[in-house]
């Protein structure tokens, strides 16, 4: 069984430059098993159609947008209207987007890599665990593997993955960025609005501890334990518990018993991004977050 999977994140499926950091990492890390996917710029939802990243993060619609995203937030917390958004986005992508799809798909198979899996969340950046959950109950459960990486395509590493990652499988069975208690201020503590509570209220009628936790979502490590336990548990995240990927996925992963702790990377943040200096400048760090174009050693010839 291979110790390290990543779940490689692209969030266009014509990015030249993801498909190239993909190829790097391979090549950097030949015993990890990668699993390329696509599908997180799905912005269609119900009731509402519009919202307010309507085009992704490239446009962003002022106040009749932000009440649409609030709106749609609320009525994605019934699983049937998120079903009913991710059918319409799986017909709205199948005919305006297959090209790009299959095309990708045709190049990852050309080069050897596993099957593109291919993703229809509602809100998807918000609900990326379950993007996670929707594949490894489809086709995931089917790879060997002992711990899952989620990686996205603005991660950068200076070492190999084994490496950064594998001093916290001796003490964790998952991992993530900025993992503790959520305070008040965070601001998915309170969006969308009454997610703390509705959180804690699906926690306490199932009886178990109620204690809401945070983290930054990209780099996270979740054992293969973790995941059979979420799919046996049939907790697949659309609808409730009505809260965001970065409260979520922690929080159930603590109330139902399994070890979680903090990856000490201390250059992995929310934003500004890391120049290519201070890349080459602390490359011990071993891991950077965010890294938005492909450093020098990355470009092929």
Known sequence: ???????????EADSAAAL??????RTMNPD???IPAVGTRQFFYVPMIIDKYILGSVRMLPLAGQISHTLNWMALSGSGVFRLSETINKKVESFIGHDKLAGLSARLDHEGFQTLHVDFTPMALWNL??????????SGKLLDFDYLIFYEFDIYTTKPLDEIYEKYTKSYDACFVGYGRVAQDWYFYHFPPGSSWSTRRWLKRRKLPTTLYRCI???NMICRRALEKLEKLGIDFSGTPYCQSEMRL???LTAIGFRCGKLDFPFFRYRPVWSVNEVFANEDA?????????????IED
């Open 286 to 298: 071993g891991i950077f977050h965010p890294v938005k174009t492909l450093i020098p050693s990355e």
């Open 20 to 25: 190239q950091r993909l190829r790097t990492l």
């Open 217 to 219: 979502f990209g780099g």
């Open 250 to 252: 922690p929080t159930v």
């Open 32 to 34: 990890v098993t990668f």
């Open 129 to 138: 665990d379950h993007a996670i959950m929707r594949w490894f109950n489809s």
């Open 1 to 11: 069984m291979s110790k390290f999977a990543a779940f490689y994140m692209f969030f």
